[in-house]
């Protein structure tokens, strides 16, 4: 069976490179990965290929930066052609991205080939499966949150990482023969990089403590794109680089944003303030674990810090993965709380979370069961 891995930006290669390796092993499929190159710098893409021990992608589209229309609309039409041409009997796609969406839409509405009707498969296209299904924000104003609808209301196959995606499904109506729990993908691309991780030395080639630093990583449309808000955010920064060393990571929509305010100069000039360019996956996760707290926007470190049992704010007003609040290691915070929650995070400990099911390093191995039971 052949089979499309969709990856297109930086947090869907962690997802796809657990599922690659898994089904490499397997004799009866055919992986293949499609990067849509929505994100195409090497520090956004190509460094994530090498430590995930994945191939260069053999099909690339190439599509690159645009605005959201015109994102999604050239990866459809560049994808359109691959599915015509090499029509898989399967296409995996991942998280919340526009790619996510625009794959998913392009794969549907292919027109019925024949040869592809089996009696698993009654629709004469490719099955399309999402994986990390079911996540809800409740804000229709996300991007992220118009892809996780358009994606699980077009797919065949939903793949669940908890029980709270289940239970969104199902109040939408989702059939639930679509369902299946399968886990956190992201906690096997952890597990299977634990051991390399952790031989890492990230914080004293920054001169900072194990322990003794946060770690920031903001990118949301809604903290950076607009100029006040950001330059409050970059104040807040300033400010609670006081109290402890801070180490920032800049996504490349973050600092072009504060490149084009000249706000730049304010940041470096703080010394416990350490700016760098986005890191690689393994140094990146080396600060993870060691980080005093996380200050972020992302979705993936509230569930990497809520697996490691480290304190996370979360700069926003809402979540899709409510399970890491329930944990405990979670806080969403704004910014006129975000001083007050930061001092209070300084004042917590790595706690010994309960495990949640499923987040176990093994969902590509449920995943690929899944694809088993499919075909037979
Ligand atoms: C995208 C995803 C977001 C995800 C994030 C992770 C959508 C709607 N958003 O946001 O869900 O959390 O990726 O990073 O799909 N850029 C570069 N080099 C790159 C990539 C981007 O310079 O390799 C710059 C471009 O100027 C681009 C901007 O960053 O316009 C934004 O990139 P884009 O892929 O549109 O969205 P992200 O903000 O990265």
Redesign the pocket.
């Known amino acids: 069976m052949l089979i499309h891995l969709i990856a297109a930006?930086?947090?869907n290669f962690m997802k796809i490179a657990p599922l690659y390796h898994a089904l490499k092993k397997e004799p009866w499929a055919q992986p293949v990965i499609v990067h849509t190159g929505?994100?195409?710098?090497l520090n956004?893409?190509d460094v994530f290929f090498q430590d995930l021990g994945l191939p260069e992608p053999e099909i690339h589209l190439g599509v690159g930066?645009g605005s959201?229309a015109e994102?999604a609309g050239q990866v459809m039409m560049a994808y359109e052609n691959i599915l015509l041409e090499s029509r898989p009997g399967l296409v995996i796609v991942v998280g919340?991205?526009?790619?996510t969406m625009a794959c998913t839409i392009a794969a549907v509405k292919i027109p019925e080939d024949r040869a592809q009707k089996s009696k698993n498969n009654k629709t004469g296209r490719p099955i399309v499966a999402h994986l990390e299904a079911g996540l809800r924000s409740y804000d229709r104003t996300m991007?992220?949150e118009i892809?996780r609808l358009v994606t699980d209301t077009l797919a065949d196959i939903l793949w669940t990482p908890s029980p709270d995606g289940d239970k969104n499904l199902m109040q939408e109506g989702v059939a639930r023969t679509k369902i299946q729990r399968v886990g956190n993908i992201m906690i096997d691309s952890l597990e299977m990089l634990r051991d390399t991780i952790e031989k890492q030395n990230v914080c004293s080639e920054l001169n900072l403590n194990a322990g003794d630093y946060g770690l920031v990583t903001l990118?949301r449309?809604s903290n950076v794109d607009d100029p006040q808000i950001l330059k409050r955010l970059c104040k807040e920064l300033v400010g609670i680089a006081k109290q402890v060393p801070l180490v920032f990571p800049i996504?490349?929509?973050t600092r072009?944003n504060i490149e084009n305010l000249e706000l730049m100069v304010d940041l470096e000039k703080d010394k416990q303030l350490i700016i760098s360019e986005p890191l690689n996956y393994i140094k990146f996760m080396n600060l993870v674990f060691n980080c005093r707290f996380a200050l972020t926007d992302?979705?993936g470190i509230q569930e990497e810090t809520t697996y490691l049992g480290i304190p996370c704010l979360t700069l926003r007003p809402n979540t899709e993965r409510p399970i890491t609040i329930d944990q405990g290691t979670n806080k969403l915070c704004d910014l006129d709380n975000l001083a007050e929650n930061v001092r209070e995070a300084l004042t917590q400990k790595k706690s010994d979370v309960p495990r949640i099911e499923f987040w176990d390093g093994r969902t590509a191995e449920r995943v690929v069961k899944s694809i088993k039971s499919l075909l037979s």
């Open positions: 930006a930086r947090p929505q994100h195409y710098d956004m893409s930066s959201h994102q919340d991205v526009n790619s991007p992220e892809n990118h449309p996504h490349p929509r072009k992302s979705g």
